[in-house]
């Protein structure tokens, strides 16, 4: 694997500085664990019977970072890329053709969407209504940290087996 550079979160810092430095540090540890693989160990279901690969993630955690931040919390009607509508749920794991440098491109894309609406939300307060339910913009992070962490846990297991990397 390549050299660690993810940012540390602030250890000290204010709740909405916490929350999305962790949630950045998630997001850096998905990139590393894919760094220097080519398309064909990106697209690997390594870890049987699981159909799960990095490219797979990648991808599913573009379509997380869209359905929350800007369909859910910021309202919008954004579309996947990979999945038309009225198709089956999770096409953003069928990977077997999919490009890396557009799923990479579209989840960095989504990422900075997120940071935007983040960043726009005057409070973590602020909330949301969506099926039924209300969401404030601080269970949105801490959801979203945990989405990223239990994912990383799979990359871990899956970079383990492509090609024997392992680390944090």
């Known amino acids: 694997?390549?050299?660690?550079?993810?940012?540390?979160?602030?250890?000290a810092g204010d709740e909405r500085a916490t929350l999305t430095g962790l949630l950045d540090f998630q997001r850096e540890t998905l990139a590393l664990k894919c760094a220097g693989l080519d398309a064909d160990r990106l697209r690997r279901r390594a870890v049987a019977p699981s159909g799960l690969s990095l490219l797979g993630l990648v991808r599913h955690l573009a379509e997380v970072e869209r359905s929350w931040f800007r369909d859910i919390f910021a309202g919008e009607d954004s579309r996947s890329p990979w999945t038309a509508p009225g198709a089956a749920e999770f096409a953003d794991f069928d990977v077997d053709d999919a490009d890396p440098d557009e799923a990479f491109a579209v989840w960095r894309a989504e990422c900075a969407r997120s940071r935007a609406v983040?960043?726009?939300a005057a409070s973590l307060d602020a909330v949301t209504h969506f099926r039924g339910e209300t969401y404030s913009l601080r269970y949105i992070l801490g959801h979203m940290i945990e989405e990223y962490a239990r994912h990383n846990g799979h990359a871990d297991l899956l970079r383990e087996r492509i090609?024997?990397?392992?680390?944090?």
């Not at 694997?1 to 250890?11: G, Q, V």
């Not at 090609?163 to 944090?168: K, L, Q, V």
């Open 1 to 11: 694997m390549n050299e660690d550079r993810r940012t540390a979160p602030p250890y």
């Open 118 to 120: 983040v960043d726009a």
């Open 163 to 168: 090609d024997g990397a392992t680390g944090e």
